[in-house]
Every structure is written in C-alpha cells, then in structure tokens.
C-alpha cells in the first residue's frame, strides 16, 4: 500500500511538472484587457485610447475596452489607485494624464507614493484653453486681469492640484490678479459656461468644440498655438516659466513584465500614427504622435521641475 501511495504521489508530481511550464509560458493576453481613463467619456484621451483598445482587440483577439473612473471633481487619480492596485501583468493599463506622475506621488495619496507606474509611451497633446463666455467684458488674459480686481471672477477646473488649474492659477499671479473662488467639475464643457456656474474654465479645446463661435479663447495651455486658434496666443508666451505641456499616455505598474509591455506599445504606436487618429488630431487642434519611453521618462523629470518653481510661485 505504501509503494501504491508513493507511486501515485510520484505520478501526480511528474503531471504537475508538465503542466506548470505550459501555465508559466501562456502567452499574453489571454483574457480581457481594461484601459482604465480616470475621466468621464467623449474626451480626447477617451477616444483615442478607445482607438488603441478597438485595434488591441483586433491585433490579439481578446476583449479590450475602456473603463472610466472620474473622480468626482477631484481630478483622475481614483482611476490610477484601480491601476496601481491591480496586478502588474498588463491586463490594467492607464491612460493617464501629466498629473498623474507628475503631481499624484506629492499629494498625500499611500497608493501613488512612491510612484508605481512607469511609461510605455505619450500619444497625446491637448489642446488645453482658458476660456470664458461670449458676453465677457475681456477679450483676453490682460482684459482679463483688469476686469478682475474689481470684479469677482469665478475659476471652474478639473481639480486645484492639477497641473492646468496651477498654471491658470500661475498666471493669474504673474498677471497682477486673483480669482474670486474656483471649484473642480469633472466636466467643462459649453453649459459649463452658458450655465453661469464659472466664468472661466480651463478645459479642452475638444470639449468648447461645438460652441467655439459663442465661446472667447483667452490662452492656450503649453508652448505651441493651437492649430484651431492660431491668433491666441499660449500661457508660455505671456509667462515663459509657465511652460507645460499637457499630455496623456500609456501607464503600467512598474513590475509589468517587458514582453507584455511591448505588445500593448506595439498595437498603441500603430494606433495614434493611424489616418483616423490623425485625422481626429487636425479635427480637434491636439497634437497626436508617439513618444518613446526615453523620451516620456525625460519629459516627466522636466515637468516635476517646471511644476515645482509654480508651486513655490504660488506660495509666494
């Protein structure tokens, strides 16, 4: 009985060991894959990051979808916790805006700091504004800046820590004013002026799209014009060290393995050079393209340093 139990036990051991190298090799992906978009859908990183998921889907044969997670006024970074909280074998990828790098790991948050994620690539530059209704008595940031010291003036903004509200908020300074109150909306978009709520926002071109005629854009976010508003002039040129751009990307947990990144790099690079992503970059005024890992790594050390001497210029 015993030389039974032995052999049985032997037998079981030599299957397992069979089974276990074809289980460590599986190929990824081999299950659904989620893109996780810490904003509310219609967005440009919503709908090119869908590009990349619809073509993932193609290119490997597995479900891939987008999953948004806002935040509730209080800017993307419930959507990166999903991420740094998931397990690092690809089947959970960020797409991710500047602040989550950049501002997630200096704000308290346990999940973010240190920060967990590294870049696959960027794909996406937004055509990022400041804005304000038709009927203002300004025209631009300078009309702007007199009509508020006597006047309140109310920011509406994706969230007060994000790189966009602290540029607007930067300029402000530079230009001799402050706003009367802000508050942080998971959207801005026409009603978010027409409504009366806010008098300026800082939002994407791409979200004032449909009312651009009823609209006045003040500023744009970042160091190029705007193809769709090439007379206005951007924060850069009025204050040079408010230079930023705002752009989004592909975010893994650090741990993710190199095959698997390089699958999800390989269909995501192939998506945003396509002519429809392309196309959707000259519709929209952003700045579609792929930046390598080198080169987003680099990027993400030059905006901590640009945002901290706007940190310490708002804390002057």
Known sequence: MKYLTSTILAA?????????????????????????VPWPPGDLEDVLTRMIAEDFQTEYGVAAAVVNKPGGGGGPFPGAIEVANAPADGYTIGSFIIAIPVVGPQIGIPELNPNPFEPLGNFLTYPFVIAA????????????????????????????PLVPTQVTMGLAKEMGFSF????????????????????????????ILPCLDDVKVLASIGSERISLTPDTPTVAELAPALDVALWNGLFVHKDT?????????????????SERAQKLAAETGALVYWQDVAAVTAQITTDIETLAGIEKMLSE
């Open 12 to 36: 079981g051991l030599a299957a397992t060991a069979l089974v276990a190298p074809s289980v460590a090799l599986a190929e990824y992906p081999e299950k659904p894959v989620s893109f996780i």
């Open 133 to 160: 209704g038709g009927d203002a008595p300004y025209d631009d940031i300078a009309g702007l800046a007199e009509h508020a010291k006597s006047n309140d003036v109310v920011l509406g903004h994706f969230g007060a």
């Open 180 to 207: 009367a109150s802000d508050a942080a909306f998971d959207m801005l978009d026409c009603n978010s002026i027409a409504s009366g709520d806010v008098d300026v926002i800082n939002t994407t071109l791409q979200l």
């Open 257 to 273: 393995p190199a095959d698997v990144r390089e699958k999800i790099i390989a269909v995501a690079k192939k998506t945003v050079m």
